[in-house]
């Protein structure tokens, strides 16, 4: 269990590494769509060729798109629900709280393809470990840029609160 936490801290120290160059470095925006863009193609990538590739071969083609289905519905409701947040921010994007959302969502098969790889007697694949950490970094730039943007303070993330002592 503790080789699991150590290379699921390692994917997910990123989110870190993201967080703190959005707080110290004034990036401009299209720095920052331009590294969310290669995050995106990155992790698009990883869940083709780390995910869905071994999934075709173990169910049924039905099976994983209802699997995919499911987890795109989950995230559209719960982003409109984000949207729909008196104090989500100046609405844009919820204020960073959809990128948030997509991340912890995007969290979980990261998380169990790390586990049942290293269960398995496999080892962790480098390449799925690098796509994870690099689908990371820009969605917690992404995020923290736009919570920031919206007026949410550090200390108010770190407490888990806005505006409020």
């Keep these: ?18 967080a703190e160059i959005a707080f110290t470095g004034r990036l401009n925006r299209f ?3 331009l590294v969310m863009a ?11 060729f780390e995910l869905i590739a ?3 071969n173990s169910a049924e083609t039905w099976q ?12 559209y409701l719960g982003d409109r629900a984000i949207g729909n947040m008196p104090s989500a921010g100046d609405g844009e994007g919820g204020g960073g709280l ?5 991340t912890v969502l995007d969290g979980i098969p990261e998380s169990v393809v790390l586990g049942m790889s290293i269960s398995t007697g496999g080892g962790v ?3 799925l470990l690098v796509a994870i950490w690099i689908s990371n970094f820009p969605e917690s730039l992404g995020a923290t840029s736009n919570l920031e943007k919206s007026g949410m303070e550090r200390s108010d993330r770190v407490r888990g609160r806005r505006g409020q002592q």
């Design 98 to 102: 959809g990128i948030v959302l997509g």
């Design 1 to 18: 269990m503790g080789e699991v936490a150590f290379w699921g801290f390692i994917g997910a120290s990123a989110l870190i590494v993201g």
């Design 38 to 48: 290669f995050g995106v193609g990155t992790l698009i990538s990883s869940v083709s």
């Design 125 to 127: 694949s480098v390449a």
């Design 64 to 75: 994983v798109g209802i699997a995919l289905f499911a987890g795109a519905l989950v995230f």
């Design 54 to 56: 071994p999934a075709m």
């Design 31 to 33: 720095v920052i769509g």
